[in-house]
């Protein structure tokens, strides 16, 4: 199983693949915005959304 996830909107997902995985959560911001958009709450997410300031790592840990 593999998680991704989208840091700023806090959202997650996950799949059997990484590519699965990718996709599912590429459809789960979308959703994501549609909802925030339909709720008039978008543009609260605009400050998050343009941040220059990002940073992402990914590690390995043995179990």
Known sequence: ???SKCQELEVASCGDTPEEALDNIREAIEL???NARELGILEDLE?????RHKFTSVIEVEA
Do not use: F, K, N
């Open 47 to 51: 400050p998050i959304l343009t941040s």
């Open 1 to 3: 199983m593999y998680v």
């Open 32 to 34: 994501y915005l549609e």
